[in-house]
């Protein structure tokens, strides 16, 4: 079969994409228009033809990776999505050509042995007891659990299902009742939200904790918010919190959080789906201190981690509340079958999911546990310096003093320069940023994913900005 030569093509082709992105030789972004786009790439006439290989194939793959962003290139600031590992690609590749649907043991019994390893490995870093290989042996203790979904959204979601089914035992039969509600902050992502509206308590139904000028939740105010709630004959489902904020990457005191949450009986949600990964460095994981309180956390690998899209982990503390998410009678799905191994179907929303364990996995092993700490170490550090380095600057102000790796902060002038300037250094492909609005003020907004990225970068990225502002 052509399929070693066709792959022998593609591996080349994405090594040299690999050297032209770091090196800087190729724009960051470059977004021809959709129309063009869609002929250069000779899409319809490829499918008419078929037998895309060798050389169209090689034609073909160049074109493709032409038009990507290229998350390699040091000057990638933009989103919080891993610059992936090669091994962790490698991962995608054999999971996509395998194709086993791991869900239920059987289907896939070495990728569901790989889910149960990752699940434990991150339980163990929050502090959770790990599951037992077999949970008939478990006895009375109380242990961890997870499952791995296709991203952070659907792993806040899922936990708030589970969140819900704790608090009202009949959901599943009798749907819900009329007076469920949610406790978060408005800096929390949207997918809390449209999470919330899913589940049909909508937003009117979210009440937001009073935070901080960084938007860090305040404690002391929790017991009014509690008291609001209860005011309007509300029943809270659980408390969000933020391990750490998506705009400017504020961790909440998730200590003096959980042993409120404790004390009311409130399930306690950690969104930790950029910032969690801060727990596998000795240096950093006090900013997540009383992590371990929580009820659910969520954790992404393919943001912090190096891990490709998507391998997200929704971790809880007992393992029961997620086998009884979805529906309180599960257990029939889960030790019954006279099998070698077990079945996360009922933990998760997706049927079909792919083996996505293997895509961390890979990384982890390639790296090892201290090669993924001094990661986002380096990352760590290198948004400091650039912080300390704009600060000092006269015609640049910084939102807040960075926790994490994300950074915010506008040159001066209004709202508008900055959206311009952002256009400005997309269009010239050399840097790639996000912006974001804090109190209510637009800033630029660079997250440090790329190991590559220097200091250096982030001068130069300067330079540009004001060159771009000057020409008005
Ligand atoms: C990225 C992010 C999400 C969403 O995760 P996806 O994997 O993109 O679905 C949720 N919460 C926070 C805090 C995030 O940073």
Redesign the pocket.
Known sequence: MSFVTDAKIVIEALEAYYRQSISREKPVIDQPALERLVTDLELAASVKAGGLSGQRLSQFIGKYLSSTTRLHHPAYLAH?VAVPHPSGALGSLIDGFTNNPMSIYEMGPGAAGIEYFVVNWLLERVGWGPAPLNPRDAGSQEYGGGVLTH????A?LTALVAARSRLVPGIWQEGNPPDLALLAPAEC?Y?IGRAAGILGIGRRGIYPLDVDEQGRILPDRLPAAERRLRADGRRAIALVA?ACS?PVGIYDPLQEIGEFCHERNIWFHV?G??GASALLSKQHRHLLRGVELADSL?W?A??LMRTPN?C?ALLVRDHRTLDHAFEQEASYLFHEKDQPGFDFIHRQMECTKAGLGLRLFLVLAALGERGLAEYIEHQFQVTMEAYAYIQGLPDFECAVRPQSNILCFRFQGNDELQLRVRSGLIARGNFYLSTTVFQGRRYLRAVFMNPETSLEDIKGLIHEIRSLAAKG
């Open positions: 919080q991203g952070g959204s659907l806040n992502h997918s933020n998506t969104d789906a950029h969520t992404d393919h943001k998507l997200a």
